[in-house]
């Protein structure tokens, strides 16, 4: 099977990196509608929680067309993912726009770690890149892919810039020392987690789980969390946006201010989402722990 995954990646390869764009975007384009039209198990993933988060607000139509834009974002991800392999510094920054840089600016005077808190939004591959290229040493929580092959692909390009790729189990303690030694470190925090591993917070109007691990790191390093998410409009140029830092109360009660800390960075994911929904990845059960029966 990995000799499989690799002839297809390796083919398209070739097809990102030898034809222009007028040849290569209809090619994307069509890859992507194929995907959606083959993979009936994710297209229903996709529908029920489109359901669950815009109920009668959106049409079928509407949702079916987010849907197909998903894929297709999919696709363009994984093509630039292609043509970062290797890329230089100074052609990765061209590519990407920075708003409200003021944010790490201030951050970085206070002296305090940061972390990013994001979302598998818009080409979250490439923001973690930026991010490293253009404000320093990274380091980043990720899965390895079942396909050894590609995973080792997949670590190539996420180690470029100094980012490190702590594995997702038994994070907590690299991620301490990384910030200890000066270092970033960015989460992904949109997906679904088990009852043991996360709390319930409201999200677009549903219970659902949500990692506590950022709060809770925040807490011990008297860290700074800034929200940070990438879009595009043509799949060329990206824009970065930093938002204000979440910060964590201590009014006493530990627990009820890691819960609020938790929901700021569920909704601010939300509102993300809102402005430009086809970006985020819907194949994902993200309330499979409150509405298992949902998804069969």
């Not at 917070?201 to 990692?211: C, E, N, S, W």
Request: glycine share 4%.
């Amino acid at each position: 099977m990995d000799y499989i995954y690799l002839i297809a990646f390796n083919t398209f390869q070739w097809i990102i990196l030898h034809t222009p764009d007028f040849i290569k975007f209809p090619i994307i384009k069509g890859l992507a509608r194929l995907a959606y039209f083959l993979d009936a198990k994710h297209r229903h993933i996709a529908k029920v929680n489109l359901d669950l988060a815009f109920e009668d607000s959106l049409n079928e139509t509407e949702k079916r067309e987010i849907i197909k834009k998903v894929y297709e974002n999919l696709l363009f991800n994984l093509a630039d993912f292609v043509k970062n392999q290797g890329i230089s510094k100074e052609e990765l920054l061209s590519k990407v726009k920075f708003e409200n840089v003021e944010v790490i600016e201030n951050a970085k005077k206070s002296g305090k770690p940061i972390i990013f808190m994001t979302a598998h939004y818009g080409n979250w591959e490439l923001l973690a890149l930026a991010i490293a290229a253009k404000f320093g040493p990274l380091s980043v929580v990720g899965r390895p892919l079942d396909s050894k092959v590609m995973n080792k692909i997949l670590e190539r390009n996420r180690k470029q810039f100094d980012i490190e790729v702590i594995p997702k189990k038994g994070a907590m303690r690299p991620l301490i020392k990384a910030l200890k030694n000066g270092r970033s470190v960015g989460l992904l925090v949109d997906q679904n987690t088990s009852d043991n591993d996360g709390v319930l917070i409201d999200f677009f109007g549903k219970k659902a789980r949500h990692t506590p691990a950022v709060s809770i790191l925040a807490k011990r390093m008297n860290a700074i969390i800034i929200p940070a998410f990438i879009q595009t409009d043509d799949h060329k140029v990206y824009t970065i946006s930093f938002y204000t830092p979440l910060k964590i109360k201590n009014s006493g009660n530990n627990e009820e201010d890691i819960l609020e800390n938790i929901q700021a960075q569920a909704n601010i994911t939300e509102q993300v989402i809102c402005q430009k929904s086809e970006e985020w990845f819907w194949l994902h059960k993200r309330w499979k722990n409150q509405y298992e029966s949902y998804y069969k």
